[in-house]
């Protein structure tokens, strides 16, 4: 009998919870627990996006909930972030990492705990472009001291998740995200970047079997 697991699936640059919506309704109704969480002035959070002025307020959500999940071996979860949410889940990674099984890079920004997050930004300007806050870019607060560590960020087993014909998380960088060695590596053919809404059934299937693996 499969374990039923708690999956906290995080959104990237632009979107909000309401993306996952196909892929929240097919675990639950596989009896699995989904928290899909709105990061600052994102979704239906309540914050305004002038209000959003550093990278700490973006995540603030995502790190409250966090605090409140208990620290007990058996209610970890499997943290799920797609795109740019591949650094928000690192940041969490590193302050929560006994409370996290396993964590997933959906074509997602995979740092390596030896250089600041930052860095992966700076080699795509065009996502960073799209980054732009009034206050200027969250890429300055991720590229000062070292962010990542191995005891805590690195103890946490990664998958990453490979989208073929993805437009914006290009196949060449997503290779390079590839070699700061995830314990593996799923492939989903044709699915674009929005695998949540254009292939939610073969998602849904690959987590499933990623809490399996690593729960």
């Known amino acids: 009998m499969e374990r039923k697991q708690h999956f906290v699936l995080i959104h990237g640059s632009c979107h909000g919870a309401w993306c996952w919506y196909k892929v929240v309704n097919l675990l639950k109704t596989a009896g699995h627990q989904v928290t899909a969480l709105d990061l600052g002035a994102s979704g239906v959070d309540p914050k305004r996006l002038e209000e959003v002025t550093s990278f700490s307020d973006y995540l603030q ?5 966090f605090a409140s999940l208990p620290d007990e071996q058996d209610r970890k979860v499997i943290l ?6 591949g650094l928000c889940i690192s940041l969490a990674m590193e302050r929560f990492p006994k409370k996290i099984s396993v964590a997933v890079f959906i ?3 995979m740092p390596h705990h030896s250089s600041p997050p930052g860095t992966l930004i700076q080699e795509d300007l065009e996502l ?3 980054l732009v ?3 200027g870019l969250f890429v300055e607060d991720l590229v000062s001291g070292n962010l990542l560590t191995e005891e805590k960020f690195g ?3 990664r998958v990453f998740i490979k989208l073929e014909g ?3 998380m290009m196949e060449e960088f997503q290779q390079l995200m590839i070699q700061n060695s995830p314990k593996d590596v799923k492939v989903i053919s044709e699915a674009g970047h929005m695998v949540m809404l254009s292939k939610p059934h073969e998602l849904y299937r690959l987590l499933q079997d990623i809490g399996d693996n690593f729960s």
């Open 107 to 109: 074509a997602a920004y």
């Open 80 to 85: 799920v972030g797609h795109s740019y949410a």
């Open 133 to 135: 806050r009034p206050s």
């Open 166 to 168: 993805d437009k914006v």
């Open 128 to 130: 960073g472009k799209m």
């Open 155 to 157: 103890s946490v087993d």
């Open 61 to 65: 959500p995502l790190m409250d909930f």
